[in-house]
C-alpha cells in the first residue's frame, strides 16, 4: 500500500504513523510533499530570481504541485493532517484533489476545528484525532 501523508510540518504526526507502521509490521510506502519550510519555499528558484515574494511563491507552488500532483495520483490512499497553530490552505486543497480523483482520504485533527472541516471530513473515509487511531485504520485495512 501506498500513503501519502499530507499537511501539518510542525509536529512529529509522520514519524509516529510511520514507526506504528513498521512495529505492526505492515507494509507500506509512504510519500510526502517536501517537509522543508525553507527549500519547498525555494522549490521555483531554479527558473529565476524574484524581487516580488509574490512570484516567487507562485513559481515555488508550481514547482511543488509536480511532486504533490504525482504523490496523491499514485497513492492507494492519503493521511491529511490539519493542526491547530496554522491555516493549512494546502492540506485542504490536497483533500479536494483527492475527492476529486476519487482517492480515498482520512483526515486526522483536533475536534476543536471539526465544523471549519466539515466539507472536507464529509469527503473522507475517516476522521481520526491522533496517529495511533491512523496506524490501527491501516492495520485493519491492510490485515484481514
Not at 78 to 105: E, M, S, T
Not at 137 to 143: D, F, M, S, V
Request: hydrophobic fraction near 40%; charge should be negative; include cysteine.
Amino acid at each position: 500500500m501506498k500513503v501519502y501523508l499530507s499537511g501539518e510540518i510542525h509536529s512529529d504526526w509522520r514519524e509516529q504513523i510511520i514507526s506504528g507502521c513498521q512495529a505492526k509490521n505492515l507494509e507500506i510506502t509512504f510519500v510526502s510533499p517536501n517537509t522543508d519550510h525553507e527549500s519547498s519555499d525555494a522549490a521555483g528558484d531554479c527558473l529565476g530570481e524574484e524581487s516580488n515574494s509574490f512570484w516567487r511563491d507562485h513559481k515555488s507552488a508550481k514547482v511543488n504541485a509536480i511532486r504533490i500532483q504525482n504523490a496523491i495520483k499514485s497513492c492507494d490512499l492519503a493521511i491529511i493532517r490539519f493542526g491547530d497553530k496554522y491555516k493549512q490552505w494546502n492540506a485542504a486543497f490536497d483533500a479536494g484533489y483527492c475527492a476529486a480523483l476519487g482517492k480515498p482520504y482520512i483526515t486526522l485533527h483536533s475536534e476543536d476545528i471539526v465544523h471549519a472541516l466539515k466539507e472536507v471530513d464529509g469527503s473522507a473515509q475517516a476522521w481520526a484525532t491522533s496517529p495511533s487511531q491512523i496506524v490501527e485504520i491501516l492495520a485493519y485495512t491492510l490485515n484481514p
